[in-house]
């Protein structure tokens, strides 16, 4: 939602800086938050939800920017201006918390219009509650639980949308794919607690080991991929002794000698989602068959 610069009128009985359309706003309350309460359920996105409400909010406050903070995340509305002074209000339903909606304002906060404010609250807390689980919903439904990574799910998905790139547009990209040697005997010999810190770990390393342009993804086990835009052996070549030397400088995985193995294959526009997986598997393969805790292409 753009950013709106708003007429304001001065009422000089309580020193409100009021945006002309509030008085309208007031003679039609009931039915505005009516209208409110209906258009905030016509989605189930966090932005849009937050999009419907600050036009409703607008009326009433003349603010620069709405941000709201929750255990998934920070979101704004676009083009805010979060250096004006912020107006905060922790948000709660029926005992749960929901997160934190700041208003950035150079406008003094009245109590009239705080009291406003916290009836308009009322009509979003359920929409929004709804989005929440929504996308906490989505999340589950795309990343591994333990590590946070996309799941295999998602990587079937976006493994589509690039091979139909490659055809259509020429954008060629690579995969990898990655193990853990030595994995099974960690988990064998000091549990399942100690393997998924090291899946942690690993995990954490391979993020570091990318470009913002890749995608990690963990399939389960100790079984990995990487999605890489860059469609040559060198940039591959590079990303896979980055990654095998931040193993090696990993305290964890140095004190239990797990390793990584990889393998790695360019796509081209006349894959398909098996055939390209099937070059990297047997990249994979080789490496094994090389003595592990190296990379080949295939």
Do not use: W
């Not at 003094?108 to 916290?118: G, T, V």
């Not at 005997?185 to 100690?194: E, I, L």
């Not at 990487?226 to 591959?236: A, G």
């Not at 990249?283 to 295939?298: D, I, M, P, V």
């Amino acid at each position: 939602m753009e950013n709106v610069h708003i007429l304001t009128q001065r009422i000089s009985a309580r020193g409100e800086f009021l945006p002309f359309s509030a008085e309208q706003f007031r003679n039609n309350e009931p039915e505005s938050v009516h209208k409110l309460v209906s258009e905030l359920q016509t989605s189930l996105i966090i932005e849009d939800v937050l999009a419907i409400y600050v036009g409703y909010a607008k009326q009433l406050l003349n603010f620069s920017g709405v941000q709201f903070k929750s255990n998934i995340g920070v979101n704004s509305t676009s083009e805010s201006d979060l250096k004006q002074t912020p107006y905060s209000f922790d948000l709660h339903i029926a005992g749960e918390y929901l997160g934190q909606l700041t208003y950035f304002s150079k406008y003094p906060l009245s109590d009239a219009i705080e009291d406003k404010l916290l009836q308009l609250h009322n009509a979003l807390l359920y929409p929004l509650r709804n989005a929440l689980m929504y996308s906490r919903m989505l999340k589950l439904a795309t990343k591994d639980a333990l590590t946070g990574l996309n799941n295999r799910s998602q990587f079937n998905e976006i493994l589509k949308q690039k091979i139909e790139n490659c055809h259509r547009f020429n954008r060629p990209f690579s995969l990898m794919l990655l193990d853990l040697d030595n994995f099974k005997r960690v988990n064998d010999n000091y549990g399942h607690k100690v393997g998924d810190e090291m899946l942690q770990t690993f995990s954490n390393l391979l993020n570091s080991s990318i470009r913002g342009t890749d995608s990690v993804f963990r399939f389960g086990g100790d079984e990995f991929a990487i999605l890489i835009e860059d469609p040559k052996f060198t940039t591959n070549q590079v990303i896979a002794q980055r990654i095998m030397k931040s193993v090696k400088c990993s305290k964890l995985m140095a004190k239990h000698h797990v390793t990584t193995s990889i393998g790695y294959t360019l796509a081209t526009n006349k894959d398909n989602e098996n055939a390209i997986f099937s070059r990297a598997d047997t990249g994979l393969y080789k490496a094994k068959a090389a003595g592990r805790n190296c990379a080949k292409a295939f």
